[in-house]
């Protein structure tokens, strides 16, 4: 298989190393327009090809082309590159609009061809532990779901603080919950700087008795990677900035001895062990590679696909129209 | 100077304990329905009296009235106490709705008594001490206030999470940022057990490029005070549950070179010390009996009055207004 | 039951309240040279009686003594109390010496009455809930024990940091390790101020494949206060600063596959899930009072006799000897 | 300049990498007598050259030989370079015995060449910063030094856990300490699992009001690595397992009014503020290998000295002796 990798600026390094490190993988090509940075891959991967023209490199004979330009470029690359039968990988998010999402879904599934959206946390080993939790029925139902991702971190240019960060937890909250109907969201926040927001709370509804919340800070002086899942049975905190002790259940919760007597008191809580699995570390981004190599191989949908990136994208758009109207709830139709 | 207190259920105990102990006060009066409470205030507390009977508490010769009762109650004993002629201490919430705070504060400032509500955390050493820091000008100007309050916690049965937890939070918000005017909520959330919210987030805009937000859940397995002032000097962090760092100020921020270049990523991070203050630790419920005490004696209005109260009373009451409506921005006038 | 308590200093009010609320107890009587310590009792517990004659209360019908004075008393005031026919209690370390541990037990056992030695921590919800653990196999054989406990504390008069700090951590070894047999210690440290040793560590040698070692100091700007149990199956450790997951138990360690190759690296880490058990919160003093009073009702050695007093002291006595000496190993007879 | 690096195992290729990056090498040469090392460097590397004969290598033009290999063999490789004329970079520990380390300096001295010992942590941003700190007077004279340094870590075949983790640890010591005379160590311990201690507490005494101890661990399922030094001023805590706030210097001690009222209880302790300096974050072998080839060409002593390796390597040698006597004093003469 032969792959080629367009934009090569911050994580684009990243992902020409973990195509290399494919066994399938014979020849990995970057392309970008700046030479600083063809020869930056050419000094650091003696084994990689470069090219600063992508209109050529789609018109060779390269499998796939991953995409890891900046959002607004994501819809062209990723058509150009489909319409010459290539499989494509897009960073995350997906594109720019919800429209744009399903063109190229449309595109890819009339000519057979895979999409693959890099929404990387599906393939760490704690969202992994976490989902094989929740599959095992540990937590319950789920009741409520909140995400922390704040740091002092870099302004995008071209995105708010939702579009830069959120993604990564909205991917987990929908392959967490993958059995739970999105219905609308709410955003709230401020643009401190510029025009474009650096805080930022969305609240996202479902269609029953459950909620998530995601709060992200590009201006916030410590650095917070949070979720709590409150299931029924137990509840669980993913801290991923802990070193060892990433995922910890707690069994722990409300009880409720009777709807009937709500106003006398019967909702207690109840609070017991808390335990700690061990969690994988195997690089996400190697694993997220293989499946896409294996999505095509065996000619099915991968893990983390178009139809995900969609899923992703029109909660973001919504957040868009939400936010500029002081947290109007926009609804999503999924 | 003679204090009665009118519910000695899980708070008025304390506050009989606080009266007893300030020199100005010569006697203590608890009042209850429930003779189980009065045994065990007169086994605590054998210097106190106690009675059943409010109506004769209002007619004896003490000069102010502590009222501890739910807060739907609160108002009818409030206003009979100040048309007593009484000075009163109220816990917070203040009222039930901002109609009754006004009519309250109406009436008090006629018969010239003084109202205290009892927003117990502006009293804590860390308050005061973060207090001193704005007023010093360490932070700057404030951009955004970010504040957390979960835990596993009692469900009340008259009012939801909001109502129950953020009041600590709101009149902490309103001594810090008093220069700034509140023009709106949104609140969003969840009741998963009833019809009362037991998971919600509440954003606040004010008139000039300042938000604040408060996250409160009663059914998080792990227990979060904390919360985050953005100043465009310095950052600080407020966590409550801490015993010996409770406050760190963070010379960290936003560094911008010029507002016409924000698209050629001109907006830098900056990282410098932290450091972490003393905190004085001594009891707030002394301090803002003493408080209250002094404000009668001097004729002053005391530091936590009535339109503290109704201040945070009125976001309460819009906070309801836009829960029930998935967020809808309800615009406030102060 | 009537019980008298000697020395109203820093502990002593704790203990007449406890006592105070023992169903068994009719009456405590509270004993100290200082009238205002007496004062300051009878304000605080109108139940309680009080007198300034030891010898007297020593005549009187009271069932037993408490002797919470200063260490180098512990022996007179015990001695006395035996020799009228009293059980007693005394506070940690049980006595200066343990020739004095000795003759107390000797008399003691000849008059059929019960020394009970305050050795709190036993009686903690954490600890008993690691005897459980260890009990249970849990942890296997435990092969060190390991613990620091630091902060900036009261400097103490008449005793180094080794005989203040240690004798709660020596005691709770002696618990958790009951089936091992203490051969020796060595003490190193520093007395930076005085005479005294304000910074300490002490070793514990067992007969057979355990190691103990414990960290004590009064001049730490941070407070520690945490044990590590080294199991062959599992590992503890046991934080008793954290406020929820005190004991952490991990389900990690060293496996060997064999003895002969050791020099060819088989000795393995594992690293595996962690869980930490709840435990359960109730008064130390309230459950050590009631272990007393049973000891005597049920004519049985308290679960922290004076036996255990003695092991403690002579492993405390023992540490002056080594300290002074820059660390020589001094023998003990268990 | 040119460089040849002897011992390709764990730590070599880091090596290998940093001198390649230094713009004064044009040549790194790695020696390993096994192919499938030099064949990694080879691909990891291509600029390197490799050859598996270090006398060869020995007898070349390189200017330092670079010694990685097991510390029984340091002396003989760094032996025979310093005779073939080239300065030399040591791994830490310097040499199995201090003779060892005085006849390398002795044949250095005499050819005028320099030797270069790594200990690494003397040149991290947070060891600098202490120092700075120190030698600013921010913590007054330095009362004790306590260092922790456990995890669950790999052992050792050659050397017990105190020659494998105290290294780092003790040339810190010396490095901040350097203005004091050591006297003598205590060093206790136990091994678990074969004829080399696995758990260690070393002791370290100074001429005049000032000790150090070492804990070592390489079974500990929690990985701790902490320092505390308590000025007569201000203390510190250098928490090495925090990514952002690893040194905390707090402005907390003891106070003594005067030293003949020393048991009247004049001594108390004094609580401040905390602050926590901004580290700067270089790779420390970077700035290692700089001062190395700088020393070279300034032809003077580096930072990290021969005589600093022997220091580290008398106290290695007498912990032998005393954790083989059950914490015997082994008395150092400087």
């Known amino acids: 298989m032969k792959v080629g990798v367009i934009g090569l600026g911050y994580w684009g390094p990243n992902l020409v190393r973990n195509f ?22 050419k000094r650091k991967f003696p084994g990689a090809d470069t090219t600063n023209d992508y209109k050529a490199l789609l018109k060779s004979d390269v499998d796939a082309i991953v995409i890891a330009t900046p959002v607004d470029t994501h819809y062209k690359f990723a058509k150009e590159s489909l319409e010459a039968g290539k499989h494509i990988w897009v960073e995350k998010p997906f594109t720019a609009t919800s429209d744009q999402a399903k063109e190229l879904i449309d595109i890819a599934d009339s000519k057979d061809l895979k999409i693959f959206v890099d929404h990387t946390f599906i393939y760490t080993g704690a969202v992994r532990k976490i989902k094989d939790l929740i599959r095992a029925g540990e937590l319950g139902e789920i009741k409520y779901f909140d995400s922390v991702r704040i740091n002092l971190g870099l302004f995008q240019h071209d995105v708010n603080v939702i579009w830069d960060l959120a993604p990564h937890d909205l991917s987990i909250m929908h392959y967490l919950l993958e059995d739970k109907k999105v219905v609308g969201v709410a955003a709230n926040g401020i643009a401190n700087y510029y ?140």
């Open 20 to 41: 290399l490190a494919q066994p399938e993988v014979d020849k990995v090509i970057g392309c970008d327009l700046q030479e600083s940075r063809l020869a930056m891959i």
């Open 195 to 334: 025009d474009l927001e650096n805080v930022a709370h969305l609240s996202v509804y479902f269609d029953n008795n459950c909620f998530a919340h995601f709060h992200v800070n590009w201006t916030s002086p410590v650095k917070i990677r949070r979720m709590i899942l409150g299931g029924d049975k137990k509840m669980l905190v993913f801290n991923d900035m802990e070193n060892f002790e990433k995922i910890k259940v707690y069994d722990s919760g409300v009880e409720m001895e009777s709807t009937e007597k709500i106003h006398e008191a019967l909702i207690q809580y109840r609070i017991g062990d808390m335990y700690s699995p061990k969690v994988v570390q195997t690089e996400a981004l190697n694993l997220g590679a293989m499946e896409f190599i294996n999505s095509i191989k065996e000619n099915r949908v991968p893990l983390t696909s178009g139809y995900d990136g969609l899923k992703v994208v029109k909660i973001l758009e919504a957040s868009d129209e939400s936010i500029k109207n002081k947290g109007k709830f926009v609804a999503i139709n999924d």
